[in-house]
């Protein structure tokens, strides 16, 4: 590759890293803070229907294995 | 001043801009936040399935949206689908190359997806009498390290090229590549809503990409090596890293940076694999040094470990309705817990 060709790439390729950082600077961004709560909300108002949570009941387990009863 | 010179810096004075932003909004951390938070309880699961059936390293396993099904790939050059209530072997794929590092079952159930160091992604009907190999997709320059269905018409694919594509399955080609990393793409995950995802490479980066305008909208920096799982929360407003300088972090997309890491002094083991509860509140994360840590998502406290597997945990899955966890391992078994 030419020296000339070389420097136009490296330019080319600068100008692509300067329009990226653009687009990434110039999000609006929202406080941790508010963040962590929208987070926190979310864990809280669906822990009850998280069965590794919660716990699941022998009864309601399609992974346990059934063992046969026997009546004496 | 020479363009070169002008360009370099505009780059220096906007990544201090960016660095500057984030400190601004950094008012908390979510550790801190949830101090109040009542702690996760101790988690205890029991293996309740041990899937045997690989003769050879489990690299991937991905379920069904049904629940039931899954999907595993080992380096014995098989995909085995299994049904996970009863621990029996639904389907066996034989795989043209053994070297499988990824699988994904479609959001259907019509079909699943392999690939690896062929650098191909191949699809199969798993619906037709006998299973048909349906498109072979061959673009990418380096391993294939993950796939993804959006439909039974579009796969994501993550590529060792350094390149995430998004696929037409009818023609068969490329209809978008995602240009930014500058190391091997090592995983990636959809958006809850299906209009971007997340990877991790192994430039130590995560990036969000907005699916259709094959943009990369964000770049999430703190990792200091390889990340090689990487997970969306439900809610769609972050996702959890896992890399192999042995933690875990979670990163807010509206905060734009990481909010929480998770790690332990007495962990050295590199992360390769995570997947998180229904309510995101525990994080399953698979290590090198054979076990799968469960973690706190918000206090970033550990509360349980699965131990079992006499290898490296290489992959991890919940599936949609939260019920259990799937551990693979290069010991070729898969665990089902609860």
């Known amino acids: 590759m030419s020296s000339k060709m070389q420097s136009s790439n490296n330019i080319a390729q600068a100008r692509r890293t300067v329009q990226q950082l653009r687009v990434e600077a110039n999000i609006e961004r929202i406080k941790v803070s508010k963040a962590s709560a929208d987070l926190m909300n979310y864990c809280s108002e669906h822990a009850k229907y998280d069965p590794l949570l919660m716990g699941i009941p022998a009864s309601e387990n399609p992974f346990k294995d059934r063992k046969p009863c026997t009546i004496l | 001043m020479g363009e070169m010179e002008q360009m370099k810096k505009e780059a220096e004075a906007l990544k201090t801009q960016i660095e500057a932003a984030r400190k601004a909004v950094?008012?908390?951390?979510?550790a801190s936040a949830a101090s109040g938070v009542a702690p996760a309880p101790r988690v205890q699961l029991?293996?309740?399935?041990?899937?045997?059936?690989?003769?050879?390293?489990?690299?991937?396993?991905?379920?069904?949206?049904?629940n039931r099904l899954m999907v595993s790939a080992s380096q014995d050059?098989?995909?085995?689908?299994?049904?996970?209530?009863?621990?029996?072997?639904?389907?066996a794929v034989p795989l043209k190359s053994s070297w499988?590092?990824?699988c994904a079952y479609a959001p259907s159930g019509n079909l699943?997806?392999?690939?690896g160091l062929d650098n191909m992604c191949t699809v199969y009907n798993l619906k037709t009498p006998v299973i048909k190999t349906v498109k072979e997709l061959d673009a990418h320059t380096g391993y294939l390290s993950c796939a993804r269905f959006l439909s039974d018409t579009e796969i994501l694919t993550a590529s060792g090229d350094t390149t995430c594509a998004l696929w037409d399955l009818e023609t068969g080609k490329q209809k978008t590549v995602f240009l930014n990393h500058v190391g091997d793409c090592m995983c990636l995950s959809l958006s809850p809503d299906m209009n971007s995802f997340v990877s991790g490479a192994c430039d130590s980066l995560a990036k969000l990409w907005d699916i259709r305008d094959g943009q990369c909208k964000q770049t999430f920096q703190g990792h200091t090596s390889d990340i090689n799982a990487i997970s969306f929360l439900p809610s769609g407003n972050a996702f959890i890293t896992g890399s192999d300088?042995?933690?875990?972090?979670?990163?807010?997309?509206?905060?734009?940076q990481e909010v929480i890491g998770y790690q332990d002094a007495a962990l050295n083991s590199g992360v390769t694999s995570l997947?998180?509860?229904?309510?995101a509140r525990l994080i399953f994360a698979g290590y090198d040094d054979f076990n799968c840590n469960i973690w706190d998502s918000l206090k970033g406290e550990k509360v349980g470990v699965l131990s079992g597997?006499?290898?490296r945990v290489s992959c991890t899955g919940v599936p949609p309705d939260g019920m259990c966890v799937c551990t693979g391992s290069w010991d070729s078994f898969l665990k089902i817990w609860n």
């Open chain 2, 26 to 30: 950094h008012d908390t951390d979510m």
């Open chain 2, 46 to 66: 029991k293996t309740r399935k041990n899937l045997k059936g690989h003769l050879a390293k489990i690299y991937a396993m991905h379920w069904s949206t049904d």
């Open chain 2, 77 to 91: 050059g098989k995909l085995l689908i299994w049904d996970s209530h009863t621990g029996n072997k639904v389907n």
């Open chain 2, 100 to 102: 499988v590092m990824t």
């Open chain 2, 112 to 115: 699943v997806a392999s690939g």
């Open chain 2, 245 to 256: 300088d042995c933690t875990c972090k979670m990163y807010d997309l509206r905060a734009d």
């Open chain 2, 275 to 279: 997947a998180l509860s229904m309510s």
């Open chain 2, 309 to 311: 597997h006499d290898n």
